[in-house]
């Protein structure tokens, strides 16, 4: 499977930005899907997940209230839409499919990643 993410950029501080994921094909078994991050200098950390039906999604803390994210099976796809955006919010972003139908939040539960968008927030 590949993942393919985009719609990263560039944006000032308060601005929005929804960021895609499309997985090449669908598995054969339902897998949960994330979105993690990585500044410069840091560990990767973890920003949002939701589980195969959707009925199930966590936010890290410090994007509760501000992303959301969502995904659409039939199409494959999983986004994350990001509001008020911050200077910390600048990262790496990824998305990755999970071993298992649930959301979890353990990045060695995610078998295969994409290859990163970029996001930078301007203060």
């Known amino acids: 499977v590949q993942l393919q993410a985009s719609g990263g950029g560039s944006v000032q501080a308060g601005g929005s930005l929804t960021l895609s994921c499309k997985a090449s094909?669908?598995?054969?078994?339902?897998?949960?899907m994330g979105w993690f991050r990585q500044a410069p200098g840091k560990e990767r950390e973890i920003v949002a997940t939701?589980?195969?039906?959707?009925?199930?999604?966590y936010h890290t803390d410090s994007v509760k209230g501000r992303f959301t994210i969502s995904r659409d099976n039939a199409a494959n796809m999983v986004y994350l839409q990001m509001n008020s955006l911050r200077p910390e919010d600048t990262a790496v972003y990824y998305c990755?499919?999970?071993?298992?139908?649930?959301?979890?939040?353990?990045?060695?539960?995610?078998?295969?990643w994409g290859q990163g968008t970029q996001v930078t927030v301007s203060s």
């Open positions: 990755a499919q999970g071993i298992y139908a649930g959301a979890s939040i353990s990045p060695q539960m995610y078998k295969y």
């Open positions: 094909r669908r598995t054969s078994s339902n897998n949960g």
């Open positions: 939701i589980s195969w039906s959707g009925g199930n999604t």
